[in-house]
């Protein structure tokens, strides 16, 4: 049974003052029935099984009853273990949260977010592996999860984490495969941003949070998590490095990006299984 925070419980009145019921806000949210999320997660904005090399990763059935839903929803048969679901819920902290937030009342018990992230460190490279140790609040959703009023809620600026234990366990996991097959792995301090056209202008500012990557979603996902009582930790793919001029605007090579893409195909399905293989005997 999770633990879920009290001002969970407040979301869930709010809803039912206007008639929502729990279950009924689930399925709308993620487009299928409650049962068919599995305990393990994979929550990712934008990436998609299809990705992952399928003999590492396994068999995706797409169990969302439209294509191209709004949030996109996959059964995972792995080479080995217990099936887990994966969701894609587009890009950016709004409708990543509300996903993030209707898992708290499926079977969810852990979950690993994965995507890509901006480096903001000259020893990242494009495919390199990152696990953030936090994000630094940038977003305009996680106002919405504090107990205070709208007005007062000023997040920006607060670090959230993941849950300490999944985290270190993908850590240890991320960074003995990392090494195995050769690729860079980091543990960052990572700013969730709202923008990637005017975050240029605001690099400097960033960097003075103490944060080496950027990404959109991660500070809201991990408050979102704690709140619906259940674990979350996050694995990024480097996309992207500002400070060499490697950004998303431009500057990066196809030889880069096809490294990246590679390493993401081949080397992120073991982390994962093996992350919740640990998690199912633990």
């Known amino acids: 049974m999770k633990q879920h925070h009290p001002l969970y419980q ?18 709308e949210t993620l487009g299928v029935p409650v049962e068919r999320i599995r305990r393990h997660v994979v929550l990712a904005p934008w990436w998609e099984p299809s990705m992952f090399d399928p003999a590492c990763f396994g068999r995706a059935e797409y169990i969302s009853p439209v294509p191209n839903a709004e949030t996109m929803v996959w059964e995972v048969e792995p080479p080995q273990g217990e099936p887990l679901t994966f ?19 499926t079977a969810c018990e852990a979950c690993l977010f994965i995507g890509s992230v901006g480096a903001l460190d000259p020893a990242m490279r494009l495919g390199d592996i990152v696990v953030p140790e936090s994000s630094v609040c940038g977003d305009g959703t996680s106002r919405y999860l504090l107990p205070g009023t709208l007005a007062q809620n000023d997040p920006f600026g607060m670090r959230a984490y993941p849950d300490a234990a999944l ?24 700013f969730s941003i709202d923008t990637i ?56 090579e196809a030889g880069e990006r096809a490294y990246r893409k590679r390493v993401r195909a081949a080397v992120f399905p073991g982390i994962l299984h093996s992350c ?7």
Request: hydrophobic share 45%; charged share 20%.
């Open 10 to 27: 407040t979301l869930l009145d709010g809803m039912a003052r206007y008639g929502a019921e729990p279950a009924g806000a689930v399925e």
């Open 276 to 282: 919740f293989a640990e998690n199912a005997d633990s």
């Open 167 to 190: 985290n270190a366990r993908l850590i240890r996991t991320a960074k003995r495969i990392a090494g195995e097959e050769g690729v860079g792995f980091h543990v960052a301090r990572n």
């Open 87 to 105: 969701i894609k819920t587009h890009i950016g902290a709004p409708v990543c949260t509300d996903v993030a937030l209707a898992l708290g009342l």
């Open 197 to 252: 056209f005017a975050q240029f202008s605001r690099i400097d500012e960033i960097l003075a949070f103490g944060c080496n990557t950027v990404e959109m979603e991660t500070a809201a996902a991990f408050r979102a998590a704690e709140l619906a009582g259940y674990r979350m930790a996050a694995l990024f793919s480097v996309s992207d490095n500002t400070l060499q001029n490697k950004s998303l605007m431009g500057g990066r």
